[in-house]
Each structure stands twice: as C-alpha cells, then as structure tokens.
C-alpha cells in the first residue's frame, strides 16, 4: 500500500480531516459533496497541482489563506502547503524538496475521469504525456533529456520568430537533434516493452476488438533529422515555430485502419482508456518494484454493472491502491464485498469512515 494516511486541511470545502487508508477504497456521496476533493488532495500530494483547475484560490477554502496536506507513505512523510497567491512549500521527511520531480518519485499516480476521453479524442500532446510518465518512471536519464530537448525546442523557435538565419539556427540545431534521437529511442523502447502488458489488458475489456498501437517519433523515421529541420526552415521561418522534431510525437490507437475514436463507443472508450492507465501500472511494477496509485472519479460514468466489475477486479489485480468515488454506495458495497475495503462517506464536506 502507497498511502497510509492523509490529513487535510484547508482545501475547498472539506473540514478538515485525518484518514488512514487501505489497498481499495471507495469515497461516496451526493454530487458537490466533496467527495472528488478528496481524490484531488491525493493528486496534488503526488503531482503538485490539482486535476480540476490551475488556479490555487479555487482550490483553498474561501475563509483561508492556504491549504496544507500531509501524507505518510510506508517509509516517508511528505508535507504540502499551497498559498492563495501561488507559493507552493513541499517538504519530504521533513526536508523542503528543491524540484517538482522529488515529490512525483514517491506517488505515482494515475487519473481516471469522465473527461479522460481526451487521452484518445484531444490531441497529442495528451497521448505524449501519457507516454512521458512511464518513461520518466523507468528511465533516470529521462527528464534531464526531456528537459533540455524543451529548453532547446524553446530556443529555435525564439530564433523563428526573430527570423534568424539558417545559419544561426543550424548551431541550436545540431544539440537539438542529439537529445531528440535520445528522447525517441526512450520513448520506442518504452513503448515496445509496455506494448505487451496492454494488448492483454484489452483483452479482457474488449475482447471482441483488435486494436493496434503504434509510436510516431514526430519526424518520418525514414529521414535524418538535421536534414529534416534545414529543409523546413522556409516553412519554420514563415509559420514561427518548429514543424518537425520529439515535440510532435503521438501514439497512435486503431481498429484496423480506423482510430479508434471513430471506431468505438464512449462505453468502450472509457474501457479502453482504462486499460491504457492500468497497463501502465502494471507495467512498472513489473519491471520496477513501484507501485502506483489510482484514482477513478465518477466510477458509474459510460460503464453498465458487469463493465464496471471487470473493471474493478482488473484494478484489484494490480496490486495497486485504488480510490474510487461514487454516487451510491450500494451497488459498489456489493461489487466490492469480496475485497478488504475501507468506506468514507462525504456530507457537505463532512468526511466520515463506515464502520
């Protein structure tokens, strides 16, 4: 089990509250009761922001000045205290941490919602992030050259849209191509070894359907990048910024020559997004010892009963620790009756444990 416990103080309209957990647990009540608040304080204890909104005020209750959240993991403590105006102070085991980063290494977290359609129906930059997390949990040297590829990709276009020469650029151009080929070669390789735990998972929930993925690096592979950007620079040049390059990457999901966003229903979407978040799971606990959190909002959403069983028990197989939040608490009382599971029911912000 990742998260033990959880005090939570200050955060919209949750009074505050001191929980301890178990592998499964389920939160319920009435819409606006503050039920998905309590999956939005784990989030921003994992990531540092919330799901729901950029803006920090949103996220404090209206009568304070900050919310604070602490967490005890097995092994750690990691505090968080966001203020009104933006300020952010993270502290692990009692030491203030110095990057973002620090924090995502010790909750790795995934998010399953209503709108998590995006992550086949939005564009892809969604499908990239997606991507990106499994890498950045597998790989150290990942963020550094993701990082640097950014700063690099920054750099370019700044130089565009200064309409500088080629041969001003080209200079920029030869390290960018150098983390580019390092940043593709992670994610391939992440994607090819990831690939297999999928297909079995989408197997299960869709049993019925093939569906094929596959990874475009953001550049014909067929071309050498350097030659890539200097051919491009007349259409750079005009449109401002880079047209080619890992910024430009995708996965790509599809039923035969189809993508599967026009091929498939939202019941099977959601199905399917699921088994993407949990393949990922999976995946790293395989092949890293880590175990990851889940987070489904709006369980009921798109799924009938027999969907959201398979559902479950798909999660529970994980080894994960899962939070689901609810509406009713009858229907997920008996479909999870065969698993220890702990129940918290929200009330106007009131969070309490059944006995």
Known sequence: MLLQQLSIQGLRNLKPVKLDFAQLNVIYGDNGSGKTSVLEAIHYLALG????????????NYDSDDFIL????????????????GDVTIKID?????????LLDHLPLQLITPESFDLLTGGPKNRRQFVDWGVFHMEPDFFAIWNRCKRLLKQRNSLLKRKASYKEISY????????SQQLSELRNRYIN????????????????????????????????????????YPRDLALGYTTAGPHKADLRLRCGKIPVDDAL?????????????????????????????????????????????????QLVD?????????????????QTSKYQTKMFHVEHGVITQDN
Do not use: M
């Open 94 to 102: 009692g030491q203030k941490a110095k990057k973002l980063t620090e």
């Open 318 to 334: 994980t080894n994960a620790q899962l939070f689901l939040s609810v509406i009713e608490s009858d229907q997920i009382k008996q």
């Open 265 to 313: 229903s939202r019941g099977q979407l959601k199905l399917l997004v699921c088994a993407l978040r949990i393949a990922q799971g999976v995946h790293l606990n395989t092949q890293v010892d880590k175990q990851t959190i889940y987070l489904v909002d709006d369980l009921s959403s798109e799924l009938d009963q027999q969907k959201r069983q398979v559902l479950i028990d």
């Open 193 to 232: 070894s990831f690939n297999g735990v999928l297909q079995g998972i989408i197997e299960r929930f869709l049993p019925d359907i093939e569906i094929t993925v596959s990874y475009s690096q953001g550049w014909d592979k067929k071309s050498d990048l350097t030659q890539l950007l200097e051919k491009n």
């Open 70 to 85: 602490f967490g005890r993991t097995q092994g750690h403590a990691i505090g968080l205290q966001r203020f009104r105006q």
């Open 172 to 179: 920029w151009d030869r390290e960018l191509v150098q983390y």
């Open 49 to 60: 922001r919330s799901f729901r909104t950029h803006l920090a005020s949103r996220v404090i």
